[in-house]
């Protein structure tokens, strides 16, 4: 089946720092979805994509669905404490009829 | 606020036991989705329904069962409970042709 390699696993910043993280697959996708998990509660949607190329930004993320359809990744600018979570890819494809999710990255942002 | 919810937020109980957990998914959502998550770890996918039937299925137990009702509501019904079964139980939900999910806030099923 349809696999999302999301790295990196985990990351350590300062706060001020920018954060890129992205999502691969040898699989082609029609939509890119991020999330944003903080413990104990459910992922939110932070940013959806749409179209091969497109860049997204809400606030200080900005997200890019990859030319290839086969990538996509986050970029979060001048971090601050409560960035803290997990973020998750994830994958769909009209063929599959379904979402593929990437094992997160798990982001921790020191003061 | 997503707009989908769970009950129960929590949930203790002992091994063997029986439990049921229950989602509405967003106003206008045909697609209900189920996850488990243990902890550290990523999303699992159960099982998705849509509109009332079964869509696909993904590494669901046999002890466990779900179904989505004609208010599109949907249980997840986990039987003979072991303590691996602790974990968050997510639900999402989906409309339109892109699957973009929505999830609830979870419910944390604890067994002892």
């Known amino acids: 089946g349809q696999q999302l390699n999301q790295s990196p696993q985990s990351m350590f910043i300062q706060e001020g720092e920018d954060v890129s993280m992205n999502c691969t697959s040898s699989s082609i996708f029609n939509t890119w979805l991020w999330y944003k998990q903080e413990p104990g509660e459910g992922p939110v949607l932070l940013i959806a994509?749409?179209?091969?190329?497109e860049l997204t930004s809400n606030g200080r993320l900005t997200a890019q669905f990859g030319i290839t359809r086969k990538d996509s990744f986050l970029n979060i600018s001048a971090s601050i404490p409560s960035d803290v979570g997990i973020y998750f890819c994830?994958?769909?494809?009209?063929?599959?009829?379904?979402?593929?999710f990437g094992d997160g990255t798990t982001l921790t942002v020191k003061p | 606020d997503s707009g989908v919810t769970q009950t129960p937020k929590h949930l203790i109980t002992a091994t063997g036991q029986r439990v049921t957990l229950r989602c509405s998914p967003r106003s206008g959502d045909l697609s209900v989705y189920w996850y488990q998550q243990s902890l550290d770890q990523g999303l699992q996918f159960l099982i998705q329904?849509?509109?009332?039937?079964?869509?696909a299925k993904g590494n669901i137990l046999e002890r466990f069962s779900a179904q989505q009702f004609p208010d599109l509501h949907s249980e997840l019904n986990l039987s003979s409970l072991e303590l691996g079964d602790s974990a968050l139980y997510f639900c999402a939900s989906a409309g339109g042709s892109t699957d973009t999910q929505y999830f609830g806030p979870g419910t944390r099923l604890t067994v002892l």
């Open positions: 994830a994958g769909f494809t009209y063929n599959a009829g379904k979402s593929t």
């Open positions: 329904y849509y509109n009332g039937e079964e869509r």
């Open positions: 994509l749409y179209k091969a190329g």
